[in-house]
């Protein structure tokens, strides 16, 4: 099965994409289309921009017990309709992916995805032969190991050091990438009582941002002296680029920055509520600043959603029991499209933080680059469609979004994973050329 995706607009001009088998066999200026020769499909792009598809190192697909919230098929769906083509899945999971039965379980339930997708390990403090069993069988779809040093929304913790040290040590030993959520437990427990507030517009106070501070210097002073791989998650504030920027050396660490961390601040809590409401917590004026500048300045590696679906209905409770996070599969990459066309972003730069690199931090074959031998994952873009975002139309089950409302220029018109558009509600998700 052959198919041509005719006038393409890539990074290099006009072109037609020639693929066979899911993989791109061929690329040529538009003009040259004929020496393709016979192909069984021509899908004409009409001069929409053609960008690798996104590949995102931070969702929460949930599932299982906590399919109410969201499960493999409407995530995967959400990520087509965002342009997204890979997932990698947290193991916050019930039950938690931190042993070989419960892998084996998620995967079954993963069956169902729409888009590619590997997995994380999540650490304990009791876990260290689990995770072993695990990486010794060498799988495939294992992305690497999570590590949470604070209780964030139903995960298990690593509190103690030496244990740390020794998850470090085994991701070394199998060249796997551990992914932390940085904020430390014990200064968490000391601010919260310090500040016995009960209030969504004092969460970046209760949740202070010494807590994430302290937890990132931590791990880049351990991984340091061990030499493991580590990738900071949804970095939140100035001083801990500040604090990366000193340790990255040797390609050893790497780090995520969110949408929303980028683009907002605890200022819109008063418009949104515990909608608003994650972890680390929305922070300053100045701390956006600061990763805008990571992000121009090759700090910041990567772009992750941290899609963190939860029930409107959880979401709406009191402060202190609505869960943190929202779904953000469906508006990164349109926020992204926006701030190329404000200027703030160039789209190289954009296509490095959302595909180029995650494959290569995580070691993905062929994938993360538009080029002849690659998998044909691509997201297909018009740059000058003006668009509202509208929640309410999320194929996630969670249908609101502290972006709700907000109005952008750049839409994604389709999503090829493989080399195929998949067929579900085709019309619908990725809309018509
Ligand atoms: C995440 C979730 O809901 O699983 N929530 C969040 O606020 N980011 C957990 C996490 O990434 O910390
Ligand atoms: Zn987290
Ligand atoms: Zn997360």
Redesign the pocket.
Known sequence: MSVILKNCLLIEGLSNILIEEGKIVDIKPSEQSETFGTVNETIDIKGNLVIPGVIDA?V?V?DLQQAYKEDWETASMAALAGGVTTIFD?P?TLPATINLKNLNIKRKAAEMSLVNYKFFIGATNSNQKDIEEILDKNAPDIAGIKV?LAG????ETVTDEDILKQVFELAKQYDKVVVI?T?LQELLDKWQQRLPYNNILKHNAIRNRQCAIKGTELVLRLSEVIGNKIYI??VSTFEEIELIKKYKCNNQVFCEV?PHHLLLNESILEKVGNIG????PLRSEKDNAALWQAINNGIADTIGT?H???TIEEKQQEYEKA????PGLETCLLLLLNEVNEGNLKLEKLIELTSNNPAKIFQLEKRGEIKVGNFADLSVIDLNKKWKINASAFRSKAKYSPFDGIEVKGKVMMTFVDGKILDVSKEVIYGTI
Do not use: L
């Open positions: 931070h929460h949930r947290m916050n949470f964030s929304v139903s995960n959520h904020e998650a949804h969110t409401k994650v972890n680390p941290d963190a679906p939860h869960p943190s996070g929202f």
